[in-house]
């Protein structure tokens, strides 16, 4: 799970939140973010290795991949977007 802000520190709802996967492991997230920025992404396999996720909203994305081990857990992962874009 995690969380999609602005530059701005400030939520961004209806987000996409995309998988990339590493050969072995993929996972989906549960539809756009919601109001507070949330998102879940489920199905990944924890022995699978490292996948990165991107957020987007309308033209902003983020700017590189975040790397997740699902293995190995470390709390909500932030996404960031450009904030005036994602208005």
């Known amino acids: 799970s995690g969380v999609v802000l602005g530059d ?7 987000a996409t939140v995309a998988v990339g996967y590493s050969g072995s492991n ?3 997230a549960t539809g756009p973010t ?9 199905g990944l396999n ?5 996948v990165g996720l ?3 909203k309308g033209d ?3 700017a590189a991949p975040v790397g997740v081990n699902p293995g190995k857990p470390e709390g909500d992962v932030r996404l960031t977007v450009p904030a ?4």
Not at 34 to 42: C, K, M, P
Not at 46 to 50: A, L
């Open 84 to 87: 005036k874009h994602a208005a």
């Open 34 to 42: 919601d109001a507070e920025g949330r998102f879940t992404v489920r």
């Open 8 to 14: 701005d520190d400030r939520p961004v709802a209806g």
């Open 46 to 50: 924890p022995e699978g290795g490292v």
């Open 60 to 62: 902003a994305i983020t």
């Open 26 to 28: 993929s996972g989906t």
């Open 54 to 56: 991107t957020a987007r």
